[in-house]
């Protein structure tokens, strides 16, 4: 009996939205084997860990070194063990962090899927050209993790 891979999918970008639930979802009710994994989605456990960790700072850059350089550990690991990495970028912030996953994963030789509106088409053109596919929807993820894994057509 031959074991079913197990896919690593990293979902990187915006935390402001449900966008990883309704994914997750997606993937759950297709039965698809795959395990997704995520940066802090806390956006304030997120900001305040390094300090929280290893003491106060007085200035902000320090401060937010400490958390980036921590939350780094994590992000680096998860997209070097990634099959896939996913990386939204929403609409109401720029999310500079998921451009940075985007360009990482890229030199690893990772695959990636963005996801993102028609809004944000031109100034993500160098990412989406790294990408190897553009989607706008996470029920468009679910449909490419479905054909990549299964082969086929629903």
Known sequence: MTATKIWTIYLSGEIHSNWREELEEG???????????????NHGASD??????????E??????NKGANMNAIR??????????VVVRFGE?????????????????????ITMHGDDH?????????AALAVTQTPAQIVDILDYVIHGKLN
């Open 27 to 41: 993937a759950r009710a297709r039965g698809l084997p795959v395990e997704f994994h995520a940066p802090v989605t």
């Open 75 to 84: 992000t680096r690991t998860l997209i070097e063990r990634a099959d896939i």
């Open 121 to 129: 088409q031109h100034a993500l053109k160098e990412v989406d050209a």
């Open 92 to 112: 109401k912030y720029k999310q500079w962090n998921a451009a940075f996953d985007a360009g990482y994963a890229s030199a690893l030789g990772k695959s990636i």
């Open 59 to 64: 200035k902000k850059f320090w401060h937010d």
């Open 48 to 57: 305040d860990c390094g300090v929280h960790i290893l003491g106060s700072e």
